[in-house]
């Protein structure tokens, strides 16, 4: 059964940083693809960052652009999120998911996702 398991999350000062972990059990990461989303309160969960399943593509949504790097060894355990000069509307919970089907692709929509963990809470405080 694929389970994957988020850590690294907590409360932080804005400005600050955090790296957030992915680990996957029930299967190698092999050839999929994996990404981050975040869901705020009273909010839709959002895409955050993807990567390919190589780690030699990325993408990233513009708010978190030039701030976040989302990393892995190719098709390896885990994925990381470094989430770099935090700001309060960084505030969320924080979702790792791995791909419906494998490939070498990136991907931004919720649905192209079949497998999520239970997401780690991310506080930045202003």
């Known amino acids: 059964q694929v389970q994957l398991v988020e850590s690294g999350g907590g409360l932080v000062q804005a400005g600050g940083s955090l790296r957030l972990s992915c680990v996957l059990s029930?299967?190698?990461?092999?050839?999929?693809?994996m990404g981050w989303f975040r869901q705020a309160p009273g909010k839709e969960r959002e895409f955050v960052a993807a990567?390919?399943?190589?780690?030699?593509?990325?993408l990233y949504a513009d708010s978190v652009k030039g701030r976040f790097t989302i990393f892995r060894e190719n098709g390896k355990n885990p994925v990381f999120l470094q989430m770099n000069s935090l700001k309060p509307e960084d505030n969320a919970i924080y979702y790792c998911?791995?791909?419906?089907?494998?490939?070498?692709?990136?991907?931004?929509?919720?649905?192209?996702?079949?497998?999520w963990g239970q997401g780690t809470q991310v506080t930045v405080s202003s």
């Open positions: 990567i390919s399943w190589t780690g030699r593509s990325t």
């Open positions: 998911a791995m791909a419906a089907y494998s490939g070498d692709y990136l991907l931004s929509e919720l649905d192209e996702y079949a497998y």
């Open positions: 029930g299967r190698t990461f092999t050839t999929y693809a």
